[in-house]
């Protein structure tokens, strides 16, 4: 048996890490043979709600959960953690945007880097989910420089998967015959949407579906989907979000398919000519731990000036928040 690693989740006692919290406990995000120690952080009015989670995860009698650790001190949290997953934030309402939450969020995530930063080991691998991701994690990698930064990532599974249902149902094709597809730029109604490289059952998508429902249907359903689920639920995605959380995760650490990639917002290196160091959703390729940008994709002037767009907002929010690095 492995020895067990240990896996920090904020913000535990709220929606997404009802749904999260199970499932890896059960060994579906790290794998079936990887013992965890989950160190759950909650402010101080949480942890009563948060020893009810506690008490529900014992009552599973997981085989892999060694232990549960719950705390409202960061320090106790983010020590000697293997994992990072930051979902601990406020979600928006009705009619309101992402960013609009950076005020408040944006705290959370400097103060929370500096105690990463002191505490946490550098090798630490860190899932941005609180809104604005992006560049909440952006703050955090501001707060936290004895980070490894390819460490610090944010959450695009959610739109790559939400786009591989739309295509997949389009297509009228089963959702495991959908690869590639790729989610670039910002969690957020700028992000690009992109089957230009995707393939369905090994056909190139965009010789199966047309090209106006592709630029002008797809794109923004899959861009304003947290919104619908929003209006639809009177608060936003859970299971939905926690699910991607497992994929983003088990995709990173456990590797992508032959033959396939996943969406990732990860520090920029430059390529594809966004700003270096902005955490810009990218096609990933991932191996031994380790994420690699697919390079060389060709896009097309559309594309591309969405793209540009995306990186712009990201740009403001980054200047929106300077006072938070
Ligand atoms: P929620 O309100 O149900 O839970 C949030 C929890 O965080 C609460 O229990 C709260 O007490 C806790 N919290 C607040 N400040 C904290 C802090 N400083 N440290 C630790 N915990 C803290 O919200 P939710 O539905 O679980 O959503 C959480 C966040 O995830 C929101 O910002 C939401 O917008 C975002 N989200 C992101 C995606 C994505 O794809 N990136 C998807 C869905 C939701
Ligand atoms: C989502 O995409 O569902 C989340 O980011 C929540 C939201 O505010 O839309």
């Avoid at 393939?199 to 989907?225: C, H, M, Q, Y």
């Avoid at 994709?297 to 995306?310: D, Y």
Wanted: glycine content about 8%; charged content about 20%; aromatic content about 6%.
């Amino acid at each position: 048996m492995k020895q067990p690693v240990r896996v920090t989740v904020t913000g535990a006692a709220g929606q997404i890490c009802y749904s999260l919290l199970y499932r890896i406990a059960s060994g579906e995000m790290l794998g079936n043979d990887q013992p965890v120690i989950l160190q759950l952080l909650e402010i101080t009015p949480a942890l009563k709600v948060l020893e009810a989670v506690r008490m529900e995860l014992n009552d599973c009698a997981f085989p892999l959960l060694h232990d549960v650790i719950c705390t409202d001190d960061a320090k106790v949290a983010f020590t000697g953690a293997d994992y990072g997953l930051m979902v601990g934030a406020k979600p928006r309402g009705p009619g309101m945007e992402r960013a609009d939450l950076l005020k408040d969020n944006g705290k959370i995530f400097s103060t929370l880097g500096k105690v990463i930063n002191e505490v946490a080991s550098p090798e630490m691998k860190i899932c941005v989910v609180g809104n604005p991701a992006n560049t909440n994690a952006y703050i955090l990698m501001k707060n936290a420089p004895n980070l490894n930064p390819r460490n610090i990532s944010a959450l695009m599974r959610l739109d790559h998967n939400r786009a591989i249902y739309q295509l997949a149902e389009k297509a009228d094709k089963p959702m495991n015959t959908v690869q590639k597809m790729t989610i670039w730029g910002n969690h957020s109604t700028t992000q690009v949407p992109d089957i230009t490289h995707t393939t369905i059952g090994g056909e190139a998508a965009p010789s199966l579906v047309d090209a106006t429902w592709a630029n002008e249907e797809f794109i923004p359903k899959v861009a304003k989907r947290g919104a619908e689920v929003i209006a639809a639920r009177g608060s936003s995605s859970a299971a939905s979000a926690a699910n991607g959380v497992i994929d983003h995760v088990r995709t990173w650490v456990l590797g992508t398919e032959d033959g396939d990639w996943a969406s990732m917002a990860v520090c920029s290196d430059g390529s594809y000519g966004i700003q270096e160091g902005l955490i810009y959703s990218y096609p990933v390729t991932c191996k031994d731990g380790e994420w690699t940008i697919v390079q060389g994709l060709e896009n097309s002037a559309f594309i591309t000036e969405k793209m540009k767009a995306s990186e712009k907002e990201l740009q403001d929010e980054a200047e929106t928040c300077s006072d938070l690095f």
